[in-house]
């Protein structure tokens, strides 16, 4: 799977993941970063307009005196 818009390279993700104590070649970069952006892309985000007015309706009250 390849996708065309990538916004992390392989090697950036070998740098992002030593950081944290993980060693990774090249190939196995490319098929976390595929994993993580066919992950993203399939994400559905949830609808807003009901739970964003919940949470602000629940924020707003816990302030209140």
Not at 4 to 22: E, M, T, Y
């Amino acid at each position: 799977m390849s996708f065309i818009d990538k916004k992390v390279s392989d090697k950036r993700a070998i740098v992002i993941l030593a950081k944290s104590g993980i060693q990774v070649s090249e190939e196995e970069a490319n098929i976390i970063l595929d994993f993580l952006y066919l992950v993203a892309k399939n994400y559905n985000k949830p609808e807003e307009d009901k739970e964003a007015e919940s949470l602000r309706r629940n924020r707003t009250l816990e302030k209140r005196p």
